[in-house]
Every structure is written in structure tokens, then in C-alpha cells.
């Protein structure tokens, strides 16, 4: 079935893969006892012409939303009894709910927005009844920065703009259809009511990175992050009366690449993401906060060029969707999505740092909170909002 669409099936054979860079299918599959995680395999098949080829593949099997946030949970345990407490209470409104069949569900998508910027899919297999979530895709060779989570240097200035160009076409699929998103069972989606009742939580897992990582989540960073989430649900409210859309959520350079011109259909280099199970409905400007605190230096921030960054992204996107987009509220609109981004996803990487050595966390977590401080924007936000 794997390999209906490409010819006969000669000779299939396991390979190797390095997927240490997909946290939870790394950690999961070491303390699960299923078949969970990537396996590499050579398909040898016989085509219409009679030529044999060998198509490189890789298999993921997914665990399940429950098993993941379990895992999640267990590490919450280790990192003292607030956060611990805090942690089993909102284990399943973290944003895993249903992650085992929404990246099977996206692998659908036939738009050539979406096609062109991810690998290629040959098999998806579904029964979450009996718990069979996997599907075959193509495995990633001679990528252009394949794997540079802990080295932001090879990206140029170009690279970065290729990547937001073309994410920005995949936020314009399903920009303004928030009704749409909404009808699919396998969406989660987060609500300012929900994100406000975890002030507790948020406030825990800070609590711990200062502690635990001092180095990286000073006391000047922690103030920060209080003052974001005192207002964390009006930054929320602001996420929600805004054109929001599907973002891939975790879009950064472990999961993203660059596919070279000879690879590519149409003979140019195209962004190519994968691990898309943490979609889920945002701000398009959220995707690009993460991108861009992956691939900018920690140690200066260069207002300028972050603006050029945006401004590209913004007008992408206004090409593909048609809608002028004001570049004040874009603006506005990333800025929270930065202040959401520290708080929620950089402090959710830290609590895991405690157990697995995070190269890029100390670099992210400063690009983030040097952003904000370059611009300002904390205090001019919270007054903005109260």
C-alpha cells in the first residue's frame, strides 16, 4: 500500500534516522512500550518503464494526546510541588489534545501552499480506536539548514525571507475562515477565559526557570514574564478579536528546512516544515515570533532588520489573501504574540531543559525578551491594554 502509487515493490529495507530533534516522539517512544517514534526505511520499486528505483522513507507512529501530556505531566512532577500541582490540574488544556490525529488530518491538505512546503506523503494509516496513528513520508537528504536549531549562523537574511514568504501562503489558506477551523473535531483551540484560569501555572513554570536555570531566566527576564501574565488574558481577548488562522505553532528550525532548487517542482528553493501535530488556530504573527527568535542573535537585536522581517511576511500575506493588512495593528498583534510566545512556549521548553539539554533554549529565551526590550514594548503594551 506504501508504495502503490510509485510501482512494484521489489525490496524494502530498514535504515537510519536522526529524529532527536522531535522532542516528544524522542521522549515518548523510550517510555512507552509501543511502536512509537521514526523508523527509515529503502523502498526498492519497479517502475512502468521497467527501472528500478529506491525511494528513502520515513515511518512515524504517533502516540497518543494522552500519553503525551502523561509524559509531560511526569516531568511537571520533577520540577517542585507548585508546578507539579499546577501541571496535573491543566495537563490536557496545553495544547495536546487530539495532537495524535491532527497531524494526520493536515497531512490531507491537497492545497499547493501546503504541499510545497512540507515533505511528501506516501501512506497514512488512522484508527485511533485500536490506537494505529502512522503514516510514511518522504525522508529529508541534501536539505539546505537541515537541523540548525543550536547554530542560527548559516541563515541569511534571504533564507529568512524565503521561509516567511511561504509560510505566509500557508497562513492564507485559512486566513479569516476561523468558522471553518473551528467545525474540524480535531482542532484545539485556546480561549482568553482559559488561558487567564492558568495564571497559576504560568506563574509556576516561571517560578521554576528561575530557580532551575538562573543563567538564562534572571530575575530582570522573570519580572518580565509576571508583568505578561497579569494580562495574559487580555492579550488573549486582543488574539481573538484579530484575523487569526492554522499555524503550525511549532515553527522553528528543528522542524523546518529549506528544500533545495533541484528538488523542488518548480525549480526554486521553497521553505519545507514538518511535526505539524501542535497546529492549532492563532495569530499568523505567532509563527513568525518563533521563527524569527530561532534564527536572530541572542546578543544584539537589530530593530531594523526584525521590521524588514515582519513588513515581508505582512505583505506575503496580503498577496496571497487579498486583504490590506494594517501595519500598525500587525505590529501590535506580533508584539503580544512575542509576550505569548516567552511565557508559554520559551517557558515550556525550559521546564523540559531541566531534563534534556536544550542548546537553543538560553539563545531563544534572550532573542525573545531583547526584542521586547529593544522595542520597548512591555510597558507600552500593558498600557495599551489597560
Known amino acids: 500500500e506504501v508504495t502503490a502509487g510509485l510501482g512494484e515493490l521489489i525490496e524494502w529495507k530498514p535504515s537510519t534516522v536522526d529524529a532527536r530533534t522531535s522532542i516528544l516522539s524522542d521522549m515518548t517512544k523510550t517510555q512507552i512500550n509501543?511502536?512509537?517514534?521514526?523508523?527509515?526505511?529503502?523502498?526498492?520499486?519497479?517502475?512502468?518503464?521497467?527501472?528500478?528505483?529506491?525511494?528513502?522513507?520515513?515511518?512515524?507512529?504517533?502516540s497518543t494526546d494522552r500519553e503525551t501530556c502523561n509524559l509531560l505531566n511526569r516531568l511537571a512532577q520533577g520540577c517542585g510541588l507548585e508546578l507539579a500541582v499546577q501541571y496535573e490540574k491543566f495537563k490536557m488544556e496545553i495544547g495536546q489534545r487530539n495532537c495524535h490525529i491532527r497531524e494526520l488530518e493536515i497531512l490531507s491538505h491537497t492545497d499547493p501552499r501546503y504541499v510545497d512546503i512540507t515533505p511528501r506523503t506516501f501512506f497514512v494509516k488512522k484508527n485511533p480506536e485500536k490506537e494505529v496513528l502512522f503514516f510514511f513520508m518522504e525522508r529529508l537528504q541534501d536539505m539546505k539548514h537541515f537541523r540548525t536549531a543550536d547554530d542560527p549562523s548559516p541563515w541569511t537574511q534571504d533564507d529568512v525571507k524565503l521561509v516567511l514568504a511561504d509560510i505566509a501562503?500557508?497562513?492564507?489558506?485559512?486566513?479569516?475562515?476561523?468558522?471553518?477551523?473551528?467545525?474540524?473535531?480535531?482542532?484545539?483551540?485556546?480561549?482568553?477565559?482559559?488561558?487567564?484560569?492558568?495564571?497559576?501555572?504560568?506563574?509556576?513554570?516561571?517560578?521554576?526557570?528561575?530557580?532551575?536555570?538562573?543563567?538564562?531566566?534572571?530575575?530582570?527576564?522573570?519580572?518580565?514574564?509576571?508583568?505578561?501574565?497579569?494580562?495574559?488574558?487580555?492579550?488573549?481577548?486582543?488574539?481573538?478579536?484579530?484575523?487569526?488562522?492554522?499555524?503550525?505553532?511549532?515553527?522553528?528550525?528543528?522542524?523546518?528546512?529549506?528544500?533545495?532548487?533541484?528538488?523542488?517542482?518548480?525549480?526554486?528553493?521553497?521553505?519545507?516544515?514538518?511535526?505539524?501535530?501542535?497546529?492549532?488556530?492563532?495569530?499568523?504573527?505567532?509563527?513568525?515570533?518563533?521563527?524569527?527568535?530561532?534564527?536572530?542573535?541572542?546578543?544584539?537585536?537589530?530593530?531594523?532588520?526584525?521590521?524588514?522581517?515582519?513588513?515581508?511576511?505582512?505583505?506575503?500575506?496580503e498577496e496571497q489573501t487579498g486583504v490590506k493588512i494594517d501595519p500598525e495593528q500587525y505590529q501590535l498583534t506580533f508584539d503580544l504574540a512575542m509576550c505569548d510566545l516567552l511565557i508559554n512556549r520559551l517557558s515550556h521548553y525550559g521546564m523540559v531543559h531541566t531534563f534534556k539539554d536544550y542548546r537553543f533554549h538560553k539563545r531563544t529565551v534572550l532573542a525573545s525578551v531583547g526584542y521586547l526590550q529593544e522595542r520597548k514594548a512591555v510597558s507600552a503594551l500593558l498600557s495599551f491594554l489597560r
Open 34 to 62: 509501543k511502536l512509537i517514534g521514526h523508523r527509515a526505511f529503502d523502498m526498492t520499486v519497479r517502475k512502468e518503464d521497467g527501472s528500478l528505483e529506491t525511494v528513502p522513507m520515513v515511518m512515524k507512529s504517533k
Open 169 to 317: 501562503g500557508f497562513h492564507a489558506i485559512h486566513y479569516g475562515k476561523e468558522a471553518e477551523l473551528l467545525s474540524k473535531e480535531w482542532i484545539d483551540v485556546r480561549r482568553p477565559a482559559d488561558m487567564a484560569e492558568k495564571e497559576k501555572l504560568w506563574t509556576a513554570m516561571l517560578g521554576h526557570n528561575g530557580a532551575e536555570h538562573p543563567e538564562i531566566w534572571t530575575k530582570e527576564i522573570c519580572d518580565v514574564g509576571k508583568c505578561i501574565i497579569s494580562h495574559i488574558g487580555e492579550i488573549w481577548q486582543h488574539f481573538e478579536q484579530s484575523t487569526r488562522t492554522l499555524v503550525h505553532n511549532d515553527f522553528n528550525t528543528r522542524n523546518l528546512c529549506i528544500r533545495p532548487a533541484s528538488q523542488s517542482t518548480d525549480g526554486k528553493e521553497h521553505l519545507c516544515c514538518y511535526d505539524w501535530e501542535l497546529a492549532t488556530i492563532h495569530v499568523p504573527q505567532h509563527d513568525v515570533a518563533e521563527f524569527l527568535v530561532f534564527t536572530q542573535p541572542a546578543d544584539k537585536c537589530d530593530l531594523d532588520e526584525w521590521q524588514s522581517y515582519m513588513n515581508h511576511h505582512r505583505i506575503s500575506l
